[in-house]
């Protein structure tokens, strides 16, 4: 398992303080129906984010995301916003 709290050894930077800074914001979701999903929260005692879907981006996507909230691992999500 990844854990996000280590510090990148060639910048420094932290990648915790990087998932704080996109909550609310959405990201690239190869798990979601639409393609897309928005941080809803990152809990670093548990290493992991809540998330939910959004409609697509794209006319042609879909545009009818499920409801409700989710739970992934944290370094997934940190993957879909910097990687």
Not at 33 to 42: E, F, I, N, P, Q
Not at 53 to 72: D, W
């Amino acid at each position: 398992m990844i854990h996000l709290q280590i510090q990148d050894e060639i910048n420094g930077s932290n990648k915790v303080e990087d998932l704080i800074g996109v909550v609310g914001q959405t990201f690239s979701d190869n798990y979601s129906s639409t393609g897309r999903s928005k941080l809803v929260a990152y809990l670093p005692q548990n290493d992991v984010c809540i998330i939910e879907e959004v409609a697509s981006e794209y006319k042609c996507g879909n545009q009818n995301p499920k409801l409700g909230k989710e739970t992934r691992e944290a370094w997934f999500v940190w993957n879909g916003f910097f990687y």
